[in-house]
């Protein structure tokens, strides 16, 4: 009987494979280089040497969960399909005319992030549909077809469609996808009213051309990898991780891999959630750091937060505005260019710089010996002695510190430093950038940093969790066990879920309730749907309502949950109580009058598929778990000390270590800073009190 859950999370540098012991709840890990040009042969690679050394037959696994930044990097990097867009007549250049506002007012120069869809590649026929519905024009089908060969001979590999109104009323878009479908069969084809059913035609157009965008990329890697999964013997069926941290099947992810773009910083999340829940923290930051970037997610009372719409690709960081808006579900994160590759360097006003550009897996650190020449966090983070050369992720790659050196050496002569001093001074304003970002994140969102425990997990997130929550005024971090594959284990305990969301538009006191109730089944049904063809099993399924509510006369809506029906008349009250409760939890108050109106409906399905139990390795006294001591620098004397090395699976529970000390396991190293004290918990946490 098949007892094993795979999980497989690609990231920039590094490809986690971990293998989950269903019924003894053990789990196995391995660290694989990533292979930016072709993941499947990291994944591949990676698979079959876990499974050698586990001596582990992949007739014994029971399902298989992906996470991957691929389409994010794809949309990033500008490497998706020549896509092509047909339209409303006179609507040809919603994607340029934007919101027509700036995201730097002052900024004469200011460049907008230019379209996935070129101009000459954005075509218009006669139809149109009003909001509500109705049909003022007919489709003209002969212009619709000529318009589609036009951008076929043009060289278009994908094909958005983009009617207005079509939230409304499908149906010109739903026929314009028959006749396209019949004249070109290979075209790929995505329809607003697919791929995001609700009001505001800028960001509803950006969203489909998005998904027209990478919809090829997706299709292929994923029946690629499927293909390659089957030919190793593993015939358990594979899911992937949504933005949303819900699960879906390969035919539904293919159908919209837009629902994809956060999958992989969504599974650290999961894992933050799942490891502060074992610990009983409810309220975690989520930080996990990779070896490209990192991500920084609000968990409150054990739910990470969903946020309905985020910006992809922005040209600016932190500038809203600046990006490709995207509307679909995701777990509401930060991403910080900060990770083990984020490169180093001295700009004109002689200050220290650290990323975002980013060594990322081909060449990497200095230290990776594959071609690398810039010093990055990694090679910092080696020659301060954090890093064990022998047994860096794993052992399953050789680093070498003195081709490290050499990479800062540069940095060290030009600021008149030692080696060691400027790569404390990378260490610390990476963290620095870190803490930056998070203090805006959380402080954005109505919290302060000093009330949650930073949960640490990724290759480098614990090397540098106690100095980035010294920053934001933390007392608690927790490590959790495997930090460094946590993300690839938060796979295996995520549900099936399926988010969907219609526009429905009306007053709360002009409301048709039986037609309400209506549209939420029909969101309902379709969401079951999936969750039917992900699942085999008969899971317990659970639906959750929410709409978009707002005053009448506010631009902008509120998402606010509400109560389960049937609706009827008298639901008025309940939904006008749930917005006034969730406005003043947001806003602290709420304005003495005014009418509600519902903009949208939305309803996510979900469904349990792994299993949360983890077992608690056995181990000895601190004393005992001692594996030797290892040169370090240490901040506090601006010199290097000889740290105790802890092995971290030798520690028994109650255990306590004493800073400064470093704790070692395969896939990460914690650094315990003075005066802290780290103890491992019942759930096999390290707890450590700064």
Not at 266 to 289: E, P, S, T, Y
Not at 329 to 345: F, K, P, R, V, Y
Not at 456 to 485: M, N
Not at 584 to 609: K, L, M
């Amino acid at each position: 009987m098949a007892e094993y859950a795979l999980g497989i999370d690609i990231g920039g540098t590094f490809t986690d494979i971990v293998l989950y012991d269903q019924q003894h709840a053990t789990s196995y890990s391995h660290k694989e280089l990533t292979t930016p040009d072709a993941p499947h042969i990291g994944v591949v690679s990676g698979i079959r040497r876990l499974f050698e050394s586990e001596r582990i037959a992949y007739s014994e696994i029971a399902r298989v969960v992906h996470a991957t930044t691929l389409f994010t990097n794809a949309l990033i990097e500008r490497k998706g399909a020549c896509t092509g867009l047909i339209t409303t007549e006179g609507f040809r250049d919603t994607l340029e005319m934007r919101r027509e506002n700036k995201y730097e007012l002052y900024d004469l120069f200011i460049e907008l992030p230019e379209p996935l869809v070129r101009r000459r590649l954005r075509l218009e026929v006669p139809e149109r549909i009003n909001a509500n519905g109705a049909v003022e024009e007919p489709l003209d089908e002969a212009a619709l077809v000529a318009r589609a060969r036009e951008l076929v001979n043009e060289g278009v590999q994908s094909l958005a469609i983009v009617f207005l109104h079509a939230y409304a009323n499908p149906q010109h878009e739903v026929r314009a996808r028959e006749l396209i479908g019949r004249a070109f069969p290979q075209l790929p084809v995505s329809l607003s009213s697919d791929i995001s059913p609700q009001i505001r035609e800028f960001e509803r157009t950006s969203t489909t051309v998005v998904n027209a965008y990478i919809k090829p990329l997706a299709e292929s890697y994923l029946d690629q990898l499927a293909a390659e999964i089957a030919k190793l013997g593993i015939k358990a069926p594979l899911f992937m991780m949504l933005s949303n941290g819900g699960l879906t099947h390969i035919a539904e992810a293919k159908r919209v891999p837009i629902q994809l773009l956060e999958s992989g910083p969504a599974a650290g999340a999961l894992a933050g959630a799942l490891f502060g829940g074992r610990g009983k923290v409810d309220d975690v930051l989520a930080f996990d750091m990779g070896g490209t970037t990192a991500k920084l997610a609000m968990v409150e009372d054990g739910k990470p937060l969903i946020a309905y719409h985020f910006e992809a690709s922005r040209a600016k960081r932190f500038a809203e505005g600046s990006g490709l808006p995207v509307n679909i579900s995701t777990i509401e994160l930060i991403e910080i260019g900060a990770g083990g590759g984020s490169i180093a360097a001295i700009d004109a006003l002689d200050l220290l710089k650290v990323g975002p550009r980013s060594a990322g897996a081909a060449p990497g650190p200095a230290c990776y010996g594959r071609g690398g020449e810039h010093a990055t966090v990694t090679d910092a983070n080696l020659v301060l002695g954090f890093l064990d050369a022998s047994t860096f992720a794993g052992g399953t790659m050789a680093i070498d510190r003195e081709q490290a050196e050499a990479s800062i050496r540069p940095l060290a002569v030009q600021s008149k430093l030692s080696i060691a001093k400027i790569a404390w001074g990378i260490h610390s304003v990476v963290n620095e950038n870190m803490a930056a970002a998070a203090r805006v994140h959380v402080a954005e969102r109505g919290r302060h940093a000093s009330q949650f425990a930073l949960l640490a997990t990724g290759g480098g997130g614990p090397l540098h969790a106690c100095e980035v929550a010294k920053r934001l005024g933390i007392q608690r971090v927790i490590c959790p066990p495997g930090a460094g594959v946590a993300s690839a284990l938060g796979l295996l305990m995520a549900p099936a879920r399926i988010d969907r969301v219609a526009t429905v538009a009306r007053r709360l006191s002009a409301i048709d309730w039986s037609a309400l109730e209506k549209a939420f089944r029909v969101l309902e049904r379709d969401a079951h749907s999936v969750i039917a063809a992900t699942l085999t099993d008969h899971a317990k399924v659970t639906v959750q309502r929410a709409g978009d509510l707002r005053f009448v006369g506010q631009g902008f809506e509120l998402v606010t949950p509400l109560p389960q029906g049937p609706y009827a008349k008298n639901s008025a009250d309940a939904l006008r109580k749930a917005f006034i409760a969730e406005y003043r939890r947001i806003f602290g108050q709420v304005p003495p009058g005014g009418e509600i109106e519902i903009i949208n409906i939305r309803v996510a399905v979900s469904a349990p598929v792994g299993r949360g139990a983890l077992k608690v390795a056995g181990g000895k006294s601190s004393a005992a778990a001692i594996k030797g001591k290892r040169k370090a620098w240490l901040a506090s004397r601006n010199a290097y000390a000889h740290m105790p090395v802890y092995d971290r699976y030798a520690l028994a529970v109650g255990s306590g270590v004493k800073g400064p000390a470093i704790i070692e396991e395969p896939s990460s190293t914690l650094i315990v800073p003075p005066k802290a004290v780290a103890t491992v918990d019942r759930s096999g946490n390290l707890n450590v009190v700064l």
